[in-house]
Protein backbone atom coordinates (compact mmCIF):
# COMPACT_ATOMS: atom_id res chain seq x y z
CA UNK A 1 0.00 0.00 0.00
CA UNK A 2 2.41 2.55 1.15
CA UNK A 3 4.49 1.59 -2.49
CA UNK A 4 1.66 2.96 -5.09
CA UNK A 5 1.09 6.59 -4.20
CA UNK A 6 4.21 8.45 -4.54
CA UNK A 7 4.26 9.05 -8.42
CA UNK A 8 1.15 11.62 -8.05
CA UNK A 9 3.10 14.08 -6.05
CA UNK A 10 6.08 14.11 -8.08
CA UNK A 11 4.93 17.21 -9.89
CA UNK A 12 4.16 19.31 -6.89
CA UNK A 13 6.42 22.18 -6.41
CA UNK A 14 9.92 21.42 -4.45
CA UNK A 15 8.93 23.56 -1.49
CA UNK A 16 6.48 21.10 -0.36
CA UNK A 17 3.36 23.23 -2.09
CA UNK A 18 1.69 22.20 -4.99
CA UNK A 19 -1.64 23.92 -7.20
CA UNK A 20 -3.53 22.23 -4.53
CA UNK A 21 -2.15 21.43 -1.16
CA UNK A 22 -3.46 18.62 1.38
CA UNK A 23 -3.10 20.94 4.45
CA UNK A 24 -3.38 25.00 4.40
CA UNK A 25 -2.77 26.29 7.39
CA UNK A 26 -3.72 30.31 6.85
CA UNK A 27 -3.33 32.75 10.01
CA UNK A 28 -3.13 30.59 13.05
CA UNK A 29 -2.89 32.06 16.47
CA UNK A 30 -3.21 30.56 19.59
CA UNK A 31 -3.35 31.87 22.90
CA UNK A 32 -2.20 30.34 26.23
CA UNK A 33 -2.75 31.34 29.95
CA UNK A 34 -0.69 34.87 31.07
CA UNK A 35 0.09 36.91 33.87
CA UNK A 36 -2.85 39.49 33.14
CA UNK A 37 -4.66 37.62 30.19
CA UNK A 38 -4.38 35.31 27.45
CA UNK A 39 -1.00 36.18 25.30
CA UNK A 40 -0.18 34.38 22.19
CA UNK A 41 2.15 31.47 22.11
CA UNK A 42 2.09 31.36 18.09
CA UNK A 43 0.72 34.00 16.03
CA UNK A 44 -0.35 34.49 12.58
CA UNK A 45 1.53 31.06 11.52
CA UNK A 46 0.70 30.01 7.96
CA UNK A 47 1.81 27.11 6.31
CA UNK A 48 0.96 24.61 3.26
CA UNK A 49 2.02 20.85 2.88
CA UNK A 50 1.63 18.65 -0.43
CA UNK A 51 0.75 15.21 -1.20
CA UNK A 52 3.54 13.29 -0.69
CA UNK A 53 6.49 16.36 0.31
CA UNK A 54 7.62 16.67 3.99
CA UNK A 55 7.62 20.15 5.52
CA UNK A 56 10.06 20.44 8.10
CA UNK A 57 9.62 22.85 11.30
CA UNK A 58 12.56 23.85 12.80
CA UNK A 59 13.50 25.96 15.74
CA UNK A 60 14.43 26.38 19.01
CA UNK A 61 12.69 25.23 22.09
CA UNK A 62 9.85 27.22 23.04
CA UNK A 63 9.57 28.84 19.47
CA UNK A 64 5.96 27.06 18.86
CA UNK A 65 6.35 24.04 16.84
CA UNK A 66 4.62 21.53 19.47
CA UNK A 67 1.50 23.54 19.29
CA UNK A 68 1.04 24.32 16.06
CA UNK A 69 1.53 20.19 15.29
CA UNK A 70 -1.27 20.15 18.17
CA UNK A 71 -3.44 22.83 16.69
CA UNK A 72 -3.37 20.87 13.41
CA UNK A 73 -4.80 17.27 15.09
CA UNK A 74 -7.22 19.14 17.02
CA UNK A 75 -5.27 17.90 20.15
CA UNK A 76 -4.57 21.52 22.17
CA UNK A 77 -3.87 21.06 25.56
CA UNK A 78 -6.18 22.62 28.13
CA UNK A 79 -5.57 26.30 28.58
CA UNK A 80 -4.19 27.14 24.99
CA UNK A 81 -6.85 28.40 22.81
CA UNK A 82 -6.92 28.68 19.13
CA UNK A 83 -7.94 32.54 18.71
CA UNK A 84 -8.25 32.48 15.19
CA UNK A 85 -6.52 30.79 12.05
CA UNK A 86 -8.16 28.12 9.53
CA UNK A 87 -6.89 24.65 9.26
CA UNK A 88 -8.13 23.58 5.76
CA UNK A 89 -7.64 20.08 4.77
CA UNK A 90 -8.09 18.91 0.95
CA UNK A 91 -11.32 16.30 0.96
CA UNK A 92 -12.59 17.22 4.03
CA UNK A 93 -12.65 21.36 4.39
CA UNK A 94 -12.47 23.31 7.54
CA UNK A 95 -11.02 21.10 10.36
CA UNK A 96 -11.50 23.82 12.69
CA UNK A 97 -15.20 23.90 12.10
CA UNK A 98 -15.47 20.17 12.68
CA UNK A 99 -17.44 18.37 15.40
CA UNK A 100 -15.22 16.56 17.63
CA UNK A 101 -17.10 13.53 16.39
CA UNK A 102 -16.37 13.76 12.76
CA UNK A 103 -13.07 15.27 14.05
CA UNK A 104 -12.09 11.68 15.90
CA UNK A 105 -12.30 9.95 12.19
CA UNK A 106 -10.04 12.60 10.83
CA UNK A 107 -7.25 11.55 13.21
CA UNK A 108 -5.70 8.35 12.29
CA UNK A 109 -7.65 7.92 8.79
CA UNK A 110 -6.82 11.34 7.24
CA UNK A 111 -3.55 12.60 10.16
CA UNK A 112 -1.43 10.35 11.91
CA UNK A 113 0.78 11.86 14.61
CA UNK A 114 4.18 10.74 16.66
CA UNK A 115 5.27 12.28 19.33
CA UNK A 116 8.69 12.22 20.87
CA UNK A 117 8.32 10.08 23.78
CA UNK A 118 6.77 6.61 22.55
CA UNK A 119 5.86 5.39 25.51
CA UNK A 120 3.52 7.98 26.43
CA UNK A 121 1.65 7.09 23.09
CA UNK A 122 1.37 3.26 23.99
CA UNK A 123 -1.04 1.63 26.69
CA UNK A 124 1.79 -0.30 29.00
CA UNK A 125 -0.66 -2.99 29.68
CA UNK A 126 -1.70 -3.79 26.30
CA UNK A 127 0.52 -6.15 23.69
CA UNK A 128 1.73 -3.91 21.13
CA UNK A 129 0.36 -6.09 18.50
CA UNK A 130 -3.12 -5.29 19.43
CA UNK A 131 -2.65 -1.51 19.99
CA UNK A 132 -1.72 -1.51 16.26
CA UNK A 133 -4.98 -3.93 15.70
CA UNK A 134 -7.42 -1.73 17.20
CA UNK A 135 -6.00 1.32 15.77
CA UNK A 136 -7.14 -0.54 12.46
CA UNK A 137 -9.87 -1.36 13.48
CA UNK A 138 -10.84 2.06 15.20
CA UNK A 139 -11.79 3.07 11.42
CA UNK A 140 -15.10 2.36 9.78
CA UNK A 141 -14.51 -0.21 6.41
CA UNK A 142 -11.03 -1.05 7.81
CA UNK A 143 -10.89 -4.92 7.91
CA UNK A 144 -11.44 -6.29 11.75
CA UNK A 145 -11.10 -9.89 13.41
CA UNK A 146 -8.28 -12.47 11.73
CA UNK A 147 -7.96 -9.85 8.66
CA UNK A 148 -7.23 -7.11 10.75
CA UNK A 149 -4.43 -8.67 13.22
CA UNK A 150 -2.87 -10.04 9.62
CA UNK A 151 -2.82 -6.07 8.81
CA UNK A 152 -1.08 -5.39 12.05
CA UNK A 153 1.67 -7.95 11.41
CA UNK A 154 2.24 -6.78 7.99
CA UNK A 155 2.32 -3.10 9.34
CA UNK A 156 4.64 -3.93 12.01
CA UNK A 157 6.88 -5.88 9.35
CA UNK A 158 6.49 -2.68 7.30
CA UNK A 159 8.11 0.07 9.72
CA UNK A 160 10.97 -2.83 10.43
CA UNK A 161 10.28 -4.44 13.41
CA UNK A 162 12.21 -8.29 13.03
CA UNK A 163 9.95 -11.49 13.32
CA UNK A 164 6.51 -9.45 13.82
CA UNK A 165 4.46 -12.16 14.72
CA UNK A 166 6.42 -12.98 18.23
CA UNK A 167 6.57 -9.13 18.56
CA UNK A 168 2.98 -8.25 17.93
CA UNK A 169 2.53 -10.08 21.63
CA UNK A 170 5.36 -8.31 23.17
CA UNK A 171 4.63 -5.73 25.96
CA UNK A 172 5.98 -1.96 25.07
CA UNK A 173 8.25 -2.55 27.90
CA UNK A 174 9.82 -5.48 26.72
CA UNK A 175 10.84 -3.38 23.36
CA UNK A 176 13.72 -1.03 23.25
CA UNK A 177 12.65 2.78 22.38
CA UNK A 178 13.37 2.49 18.89
CA UNK A 179 11.41 -0.55 18.40
CA UNK A 180 8.53 1.74 20.52
CA UNK A 181 9.20 4.35 17.98
CA UNK A 182 8.47 2.28 15.35
CA UNK A 183 5.21 0.96 17.13
CA UNK A 184 4.19 3.76 17.53
CA UNK A 185 4.99 4.99 13.84
CA UNK A 186 2.73 1.73 12.78
CA UNK A 187 -0.37 3.07 14.61
CA UNK A 188 -0.07 6.47 13.11
CA UNK A 189 -0.25 4.85 9.67
CA UNK A 190 -2.17 1.95 10.65
CA UNK A 191 -5.87 3.75 9.19
CA UNK A 192 -3.65 5.11 6.11
CA UNK A 193 -3.41 8.19 6.92
CA UNK A 194 -2.47 11.09 3.87
CA UNK A 195 -0.75 13.12 6.99
CA UNK A 196 1.57 12.46 9.37
CA UNK A 197 2.53 14.82 12.15
CA UNK A 198 5.90 14.02 13.54
CA UNK A 199 7.06 15.86 16.61
CA UNK A 200 10.58 15.46 17.24
CA UNK A 201 10.38 11.80 15.97
CA UNK A 202 13.95 10.91 17.18
CA UNK A 203 14.77 13.06 19.49
CA UNK A 204 14.36 10.55 23.40
CA UNK A 205 15.96 7.71 20.99
CA UNK A 206 19.92 7.07 20.96
CA UNK A 207 21.78 8.47 18.30
CA UNK A 208 22.01 4.91 16.18
CA UNK A 209 18.75 4.23 16.73
CA UNK A 210 17.80 7.98 15.85
CA UNK A 211 19.59 7.01 12.10
CA UNK A 212 17.94 3.64 11.82
CA UNK A 213 14.06 5.64 12.37
CA UNK A 214 15.18 8.65 10.22
CA UNK A 215 16.07 6.23 7.21
CA UNK A 216 12.49 4.44 8.26
CA UNK A 217 10.71 7.81 7.78
CA UNK A 218 12.84 8.75 4.66
CA UNK A 219 11.61 5.16 3.13
CA UNK A 220 7.84 6.07 3.77
CA UNK A 221 8.58 8.99 2.54
CA UNK A 222 10.22 7.77 -0.86
CA UNK A 223 7.52 5.03 -1.18
CA UNK A 224 4.42 6.85 -0.96
CA UNK A 225 2.75 9.93 -1.02
CA UNK A 226 2.71 10.10 2.46
CA UNK A 227 2.81 13.75 3.36
CA UNK A 228 4.69 14.68 6.86
CA UNK A 229 5.34 17.94 9.21
CA UNK A 230 8.45 17.21 10.46
CA UNK A 231 9.09 18.80 13.59
CA UNK A 232 13.11 18.91 14.57
CA UNK A 233 15.83 20.73 15.63
CA UNK A 234 18.24 18.94 13.97
CA UNK A 235 19.64 19.78 10.99
CA UNK A 236 20.78 16.92 9.59
CA UNK A 237 17.09 15.31 9.89
CA UNK A 238 15.83 18.37 7.44
CA UNK A 239 18.93 18.13 4.73
CA UNK A 240 17.77 14.48 4.64
CA UNK A 241 13.78 14.32 4.51
CA UNK A 242 12.46 17.78 4.09
CA UNK A 243 10.93 19.39 0.75
CA UNK A 244 10.50 22.53 2.10
CA UNK A 245 11.41 23.90 5.79
CA UNK A 246 9.60 26.82 8.07
CA UNK A 247 11.86 28.28 10.54
CA UNK A 248 9.86 29.30 13.58
CA UNK A 249 10.81 31.77 15.91
CA UNK A 250 8.92 33.28 19.55
CA UNK A 251 5.24 31.76 17.56
CA UNK A 252 6.03 33.16 14.16
CA UNK A 253 7.04 31.84 11.03
CA UNK A 254 10.46 34.00 10.23
CA UNK A 255 11.87 32.75 7.25
CA UNK A 256 10.50 29.99 4.93
CA UNK A 257 12.03 28.23 1.58
CA UNK A 258 12.90 24.94 -0.38
CA UNK A 259 15.07 22.96 1.49
CA UNK A 260 18.12 23.54 -0.62
CA UNK A 261 17.88 27.28 -0.86
CA UNK A 262 17.58 27.73 2.39
CA UNK A 263 20.84 25.25 3.16
CA UNK A 264 22.24 27.82 0.63
CA UNK A 265 21.40 31.18 1.19
CA UNK A 266 19.49 31.92 4.48
CA UNK A 267 18.69 35.18 4.77
CA UNK A 268 16.59 35.53 8.21
CA UNK A 269 19.65 36.34 11.20
CA UNK A 270 17.68 33.68 13.27
CA UNK A 271 18.23 30.95 10.53
CA UNK A 272 21.83 31.85 10.49
CA UNK A 273 22.74 31.97 13.75
CA UNK A 274 20.46 28.05 13.90
CA UNK A 275 23.02 26.76 10.94
CA UNK A 276 26.03 28.03 13.43
CA UNK A 277 24.45 26.54 16.82
CA UNK A 278 23.82 23.19 15.53
CA UNK A 279 25.85 20.03 14.03
CA UNK A 280 25.12 19.80 10.54
CA UNK A 281 25.70 15.86 9.04
CA UNK A 282 26.21 17.43 5.67
CA UNK A 283 28.44 20.76 5.98
CA UNK A 284 32.12 21.19 7.57
CA UNK A 285 32.21 20.79 11.24
CA UNK A 286 33.43 23.95 12.41
CA UNK A 287 33.20 25.13 16.06
CA UNK A 288 29.57 26.10 17.12
CA UNK A 289 27.86 29.03 18.05
CA UNK A 290 25.22 28.94 20.26
CA UNK A 291 23.04 32.08 19.69
CA UNK A 292 23.12 34.33 22.49
CA UNK A 293 20.17 34.26 25.02
CA UNK A 294 16.98 32.52 24.61
CA UNK A 295 13.77 32.41 23.23
CA UNK A 296 11.30 34.99 25.31
CA UNK A 297 7.98 32.98 26.40
CA UNK A 298 4.80 34.15 25.50
CA UNK A 299 3.77 37.46 26.90
CA UNK A 300 7.92 38.69 26.84
CA UNK A 301 8.19 39.25 23.97
CA UNK A 302 9.74 42.69 22.85
CA UNK A 303 7.49 44.93 20.21
CA UNK A 304 9.64 45.24 16.72
CA UNK A 305 10.86 42.13 16.00
CA UNK A 306 10.63 39.99 18.06
CA UNK A 307 14.44 38.41 17.17
CA UNK A 308 16.07 41.96 18.24
CA UNK A 309 17.33 41.73 21.44
CA UNK A 310 19.92 38.59 20.40
CA UNK A 311 20.03 39.82 16.64
CA UNK A 312 23.89 40.80 15.47
CA UNK A 313 22.22 42.89 12.81
CA UNK A 314 19.51 44.93 14.74
CA UNK A 315 18.89 48.81 13.45
CA UNK A 316 16.50 51.30 15.32
CA UNK A 317 13.90 50.62 12.76
CA UNK A 318 13.90 46.82 14.45
CA UNK A 319 12.33 47.67 17.43
CA UNK A 320 9.50 50.63 16.30
CA UNK A 321 8.10 47.99 13.48
CA UNK A 322 7.65 44.18 13.32
CA UNK A 323 8.67 43.07 10.07
CA UNK A 324 5.79 40.16 8.09
CA UNK A 325 6.76 37.27 6.47
CA UNK A 326 7.52 38.98 2.53
CA UNK A 327 8.63 36.72 -0.51
CA UNK A 328 12.20 37.80 -1.55
CA UNK A 329 12.41 34.87 -4.36
CA UNK A 330 10.32 32.44 -5.36
CA UNK A 331 9.31 30.24 -3.18
CA UNK A 332 11.49 32.16 -0.96
CA UNK A 333 9.92 34.48 2.25
CA UNK A 334 11.84 36.04 5.29
CA UNK A 335 10.32 38.41 8.43
CA UNK A 336 13.09 40.70 8.42
CA UNK A 337 14.18 44.06 7.93
CA UNK A 338 17.69 43.76 6.82
CA UNK A 339 17.35 40.16 5.06
CA UNK A 340 20.79 38.73 4.07
CA UNK A 341 22.77 41.38 7.01
CA UNK A 342 23.87 38.42 8.80
CA UNK A 343 26.01 35.67 6.38
CA UNK A 344 26.29 32.14 7.21
N1 LIG B 1 -0.10 23.76 27.92
C1 LIG B 1 0.50 24.95 27.91
N2 LIG B 1 0.14 25.93 28.75
C2 LIG B 1 0.75 27.12 28.76
N3 LIG B 1 1.75 27.46 27.92
C3 LIG B 1 2.17 26.52 27.05
C4 LIG B 1 1.57 25.23 26.98
N4 LIG B 1 2.20 24.53 26.02
C5 LIG B 1 3.14 25.34 25.51
N5 LIG B 1 3.12 26.54 26.12
C6 LIG B 1 4.01 27.68 25.82
O1 LIG B 1 3.93 27.98 24.44
C7 LIG B 1 5.23 28.21 23.89
C8 LIG B 1 5.43 27.31 22.69
O2 LIG B 1 5.46 25.96 23.11
P1 LIG B 1 5.75 24.75 22.14
O3 LIG B 1 4.80 24.79 20.99
O4 LIG B 1 5.74 23.54 22.98
O5 LIG B 1 7.23 25.07 21.62
P2 LIG B 1 8.26 24.12 20.84
O6 LIG B 1 7.56 22.87 20.45
O7 LIG B 1 8.72 24.95 19.69
O8 LIG B 1 9.37 23.89 21.81
C9 LIG B 1 6.22 27.95 25.00
O9 LIG B 1 6.69 29.19 25.48
C10 LIG B 1 5.45 27.24 26.08
O10 LIG B 1 5.86 27.65 27.33
S1 LIG C 1 14.29 42.69 11.68
FE1 LIG C 1 16.12 43.54 12.61
S2 LIG C 1 16.30 42.56 14.62
FE2 LIG C 1 14.87 41.36 13.40
S3 LIG C 1 16.10 39.78 12.49
FE3 LIG C 1 16.01 41.43 10.99
S4 LIG C 1 17.80 42.71 11.40
FE4 LIG C 1 17.52 41.36 13.18
MG1 LIG D 1 8.05 20.89 21.01
Known sequence: MIGSRRAAADGARPDGVANAPLLRVTDLRLEVPGATGPVAAVDGVSLEIAAGRVLALVGESGSGKSLTALAIARLLPDGVVRRSGQLWF????????????????????????????????????????????????????????????????????????????????????????????????????????????????TTALDVTVQAQVLELLAALRRRSSLAMLLITHDLGVVAELADGVAVMYAGRVVEQAPVEVLFRAPLHPYTVGLFRSLPRLDGPRGRLVPIPGSVPPPGERPAGCPFRNRCAAAVARCAEQEPRLESVAQRHAVACWRPGAVTP
Not at 90 to 97: C, D, K, Q, S
Not at 142 to 159: C, F, H, N, S
Open 90 to 201: EGVGALERLPERAMRAVRGAEIGFVFQEPMSALNPVMRVGEQVREAIEAHRGRPRGRAARQRAIELLAQVGIPEPELRYRAYPHELSGGMKQRVCIAIALAAGPRLLLADEP
